[in-house]
């Protein structure tokens, strides 16, 4: 294991574009937080403090920050990508191969490349959440319920870069595979809204926004479904409370992206398989 975490290492640390976005990501991390917490946009000349609204309130601020800083996941997501590009760019897998690396141990050394760059964040988001918390929370009973969400958050950037790392292997350049990910996210979006349709005329336009959906469970879909959108109520707002509501992970797209996980990396392990490279 740790030959080919040297391996992966020597690669991304002498990749400038690599340690770039690498950069540029755990930044953005740091920056959410200090940027968040001051920002307090103007609606109807009523100046909204985000803190004073919940924000950084335990437990809701578990979702709020791993929701948020899960849009930057792409910055990685692009590392992955480029960093197996690369080898087919750069004939490094054709080198590698031919002194002694089997494709099985190719492929493990840029799934633990990637599940340690999912820890790293993880434990960043962690980190940052709770001192956040710490310092602006208006009570500190709860700390840790709701935690489940920065668990969420490990899950959702395995996947995505299991997902990446397919992408990557099967069509070799960047920009295909990035305009790959483009179009697997419009084809889930184009599904989800067919099935809201049929729903609808089915029920004489009548939808229940919290019924079950198929679509919901597309592999996007599911990923994104694990830290969805931080529930409000506005009436907190009126009673000088926290304006957001808590919730918990659902279970079931835990399960389904899991399972997503795993089966893009037996893909990209048959596709390496018998590919001739």
């Given at each position: 294991?740790?030959?080919?975490?040297?391996?992966?290492?020597?690669?991304?640390?002498?990749?400038?574009?690599?340690?770039?976005?690498?950069?540029?990501?755990?930044l953005?991390?740091?920056?959410?937080?200090?940027?968040?917490?001051?920002?307090?946009?103007?609606?109807?000349?009523?100046?909204?403090?985000?803190?004073?609204?919940?924000?950084?309130?335990?437990?809701?601020?578990?979702q709020?920050?791993?929701?948020?800083?899960?849009?930057?996941?792409?910055?990685?997501?692009?590392?992955?990508?480029?960093?197996?590009?690369?080898?087919?760019?750069?004939?490094?897998?054709?080198?590698?191969?031919?002194?002694?690396?089997?494709?099985?141990?190719?492929?493990?050394s840029?799934?633990?490349?990637?599940?340690?760059?999912?820890?790293?964040?993880?434990?960043?988001?962690?980190?940052?959440?709770?001192?956040?918390?710490?310092?602006f929370?208006?009570s500190?009973?709860?700390?840790?319920?709701?935690?489940?969400?920065?668990?969420?958050?490990?899950?959702k950037?395995?996947?995505?870069?299991?997902?990446?790392?397919?992408?990557?292997?099967?069509?070799?350049?960047?920009?295909f595979?990035?305009?790959g990910?483009?179009?697997?996210?419009v084809?889930?979006?184009?599904?989800?809204?067919?099935?809201?349709?049929?729903?609808?005329?089915?029920?004489?336009?009548?939808?229940?926004?919290?019924?079950?959906?198929?679509?919901?469970?597309?592999?996007?879909k599911?990923?994104?479904?694990?830290i969805?959108?931080?529930?409000?109520?506005?009436?907190?707002f009126?009673?000088?409370k926290?304006?957001?509501?808590?919730?918990?992970?659902?279970?079931?797209?835990?399960?389904s992206?899991?399972?997503?996980?795993?089966?893009?990396?037996?893909?990209?392990?048959?596709l390496?398989?018998?590919?001739?490279?």
């Amino acid at each position: 294991m740790k030959r080919l975490l040297n391996i992966e290492w020597n690669k991304i640390f002498y990749y400038k574009s690599a340690r770039i976005f690498t950069i540029l990501y755990f930044l953005m991390l740091a920056a959410v937080g200090v940027v968040l917490a001051y920002i307090k946009p103007e609606i109807g000349g009523i100046e909204l403090d985000i803190a004073q609204l919940g924000f950084f309130n335990f437990p809701d601020i578990w979702q709020n920050i791993a929701y948020v800083v899960a849009i930057g996941k792409i910055f990685l997501g692009v590392i992955v990508i480029m960093n197996v590009t690369n080898e087919f760019s750069n004939g490094t897998l054709k080198q590698n191969l031919i002194d002694g690396l089997s494709k099985k141990e190719f492929l493990q050394s840029k799934l633990l490349t990637n599940f340690i760059f999912a820890a790293v964040s993880t434990l960043f988001v962690f980190a940052i959440s709770l001192i956040l918390g710490f310092v602006f929370s208006n009570s500190q009973d709860a700390v840790f319920r709701g935690v489940e969400f920065i668990g969420a958050y490990f899950i959702k950037l395995a996947f995505f870069f299991s997902f990446c790392l397919f992408l990557a292997l099967l069509l070799r350049k960047s920009a295909f595979s990035l305009l790959g990910l483009f179009v697997w996210w419009v084809v889930e979006g184009i599904i989800s809204v067919v099935e809201v349709l049929i729903i609808m005329a089915r029920n004489n336009g009548n939808i229940d926004p919290e019924g079950f959906f198929i679509s919901n469970f597309l592999p996007l879909k599911s990923s994104a479904n694990l830290i969805n959108f931080p529930t409000m109520n506005p009436q907190g707002f009126i009673t000088g409370k926290s304006i957001f509501v808590s919730s918990s992970v659902d279970w079931m797209f835990v399960l389904s992206t899991v399972f997503y996980t795993a089966l893009f990396i037996w893909l990209s392990y048959r596709l390496l398989k018998k590919r001739d490279l």
